[in-house]
């Protein structure tokens, strides 16, 4: 999920704490401070860091005057060979190409299991944004493997602006070879084990009840993660393979994300309420139901009609 979505459900994990609550009643927010911070530093540790310093064993920068989905497939599936005949994991990094200062060609990387296979198709010239500026070549290709395919992700890997994702090639069980997406990401610092030590850490320096909500905002990070389809290494080091995501969402789409901080608001907000004295007594049920599920509801289904206008 999104960045800011993470820190939400931070700051909603610490106000279930009453220590937290009472603090906050009387003027001090570190508690939801503290919450806010480790609801990001999963992704921070892997986007500020570990992208950088992971490594590939080839790399593949397309050239921006002469399509080649051949060469792009190829590559890609010799990585997959020499994974599979070596029994080692291959990592390889796709690069974008760059035509202009916003401009971008896009190509497309599929995984076809079933006739184990990679295709690559070249797709519209597009802006930043991912908006199509222009069409783009009609170069289309495919390169076959010695082995068969199993995927933990998507299928299709749409490949546009800024920096371009890596694959690693891991075996797995049955001769089979898997394209791990974004290796370098929701490994170890997605893992509950990790921050359940540094959530000790953290309790020793600052007390328990820190301890405590650093490990359950990013505890939340990890479980909010497994909503959509990547999945984390959540038991990292005991089990290094990331858990399957459920498949619900992806991490950029508008409607669960929103609904996430929005039920996280609500959630501090009701935590707050029911602990300040003197006020009206709210209906948990009634509460969030009309202020957050027929909200979300109605917002569902006015961004799916304007979909359906805009096609």
Not at 31 to 48: A, E, M, N, R, W
Not at 98 to 114: H, I, M, S
Not at 281 to 289: E, G, T
Request: charged share 15%; aromatic share 12%; net charge neutral.
């Amino acid at each position: 999920m999104k960045g800011l979505t993470h820190f939400v459900t931070g700051i909603a994990a610490a106000s279930c704490f009453p220590i937290a609550i009472r603090a906050g009643a009387e003027g001090n927010p570190l508690y939801f401070i503290l919450g806010g911070i480790f609801g990001l530093i999963p992704d921070t540790i892997d986007f500020k860091w570990l992208r950088f310093v992971a490594k590939q064993d080839c790399e593949v920068s397309p050239d921006p005057d002469r399509p080649d989905a051949g060469g792009i497939a190829s590559a890609v599936a010799d990585a997959i060979n020499s994974a599979y005949v070596s029994g080692k994991p291959r990592t390889i990094k796709l690069n974008t190409v760059r035509l202009g200062a916003d401009r971008w060609q896009e190509y497309t990387v599929r995984f076809d299991v079933p006739l184990q296979k990679v295709r690559v198709r070249y797709g519209p010239v597009v802006s930043t944004s991912a908006e199509p500026l222009a069409p783009g070549p009609s170069e289309e290709a495919e390169a076959g493997t010695v082995c068969p395919l199993v995927l933990d992700y998507e299928a299709d890997t749409v490949i546009n602006a800024f920096d371009g994702p890596t694959f690693r090639m891991a075996p797995r069980t049955g001769g089979r070879i898997c394209p791990e997406f974004l290796p370098w990401h929701r490994q170890w610092s997605h893992s509950l084990i990790t921050w359940a030590v540094a959530a000790t850490a953290v309790g020793m320096c600052f007390g328990w009840t820190a301890g405590a909500i650093a490990f359950s905002a990013a505890a939340a990070h990890a479980l909010v993660d497994q909503l959509g389809f990547m999945g984390s290494s959540l038991f990292y080091p005991l089990a290094r393979n990331r858990t399957p995501g459920l498949r619900l969402a992806h991490s950029g789409d508008m409607i669960p994300n929103f609904t996430l901080v929005w039920f996280s608001c609500l959630l501090v907000f009701w935590r707050l309420h029911d602990a300040a004295p003197f006020t009206a007594q709210l209906s948990a049920v009634r509460y969030f139901l009309y202020a957050g599920v027929l909200p979300i509801a109605l917002l569902a289904v006015a961004s799916r009609r304007a979909g359906q206008q805009g096609r």
